[in-house]
């Protein structure tokens, strides 16, 4: 009976087997945030953040592929390439797609990154919960990360922070010198900064 449930298994499995293949996939939104005061994120993959002066959160997520699977995968299907979010009151969640990583019976060369691009409204306090690779080129006068793989803080302007906090958990670079792992900076402008991540470069003018 052993022997005739492995042969079962085994024609199952070489029926099923097959060359996979997933497409690449871009979405893009606009969210009004008039009535928000707070965007909270969760962001995967390698996202680039700005702020902007229109009324509404525009984001993109754009997901590269590259390989196939030559088996089986587990779930069969990809899940949907989407956008999270809601809002409570004054908040605004938003959640980036994030990577398939299924299970696989056979061989498999297929690999995902995904690219997210965000602008957000100047005036909305920012916070990163969780987050992969996070640049920035622009900065929210209110900005909290909390968790995220690498932080890069391009053209920050000293005489606009008030307070800038840093904790790295492996490495953090100031103008592209090494410095310890933890770093603060006190002026008289008007941004609050507090950063924790892995790595952390600052670029400060």
């Not at 008039?34 to 390698?46: A, D, F, Q």
């Not at 938003?94 to 056979?106: D, E, N």
């Not at 790295?168 to 006190?186: M, P, Y």
Request: proline fraction near 3%; aromatic fraction near 6%.
């Amino acid at each position: 009976m052993i022997k005739t449930m492995k042969k079962s298994i085994l024609t199952t499995l070489s029926v099923m087997y097959a060359i996979m293949s997933f497409a690449q996939q871009t979405i893009e939104q606009s969210i009004p945030t008039k009535s928000i005061e707070v965007v909270v994120l969760e962001s995967y993959g390698n996202s680039y953040c700005k702020s902007s002066s229109d009324n509404e959160l525009y984001i993109k997520s754009q997901m590269q592929v590259k390989g196939k699977v030559r088996g089986v995968t587990v779930p069969a299907e990809r899940p949907e390439f989407e956008l999270e979010y809601y809002i409570s009151s004054d908040t605004l969640y938003l959640k980036t797609p994030q990577r398939f990583s299924p299970k696989i019976i056979g061989i498999s060369d297929y690999s995902e990154s995904i690219t997210n691009t965000i602008e957000v409204p100047r005036g909305k306090k920012l916070i990163i919960i969780k987050a992969g690779d996070i640049h920035f080129d622009d900065l929210q006068n209110n900005l909290l990360i909390q968790s995220a793989q690498s932080i890069s803080l391009n053209k920050l302007m000293k005489a606009n922070i008030a307070e800038l906090k840093c904790t790295a958990s492996q490495s953090l670079s100031l103008n592209q010198e090494k410095r310890a792992k933890e770093f603060e900076l006190h002026g008289s402008g008007n941004q609050f900064l507090a950063i924790n991540a892995t790595r952390i470069q600052l670029h400060i003018q």
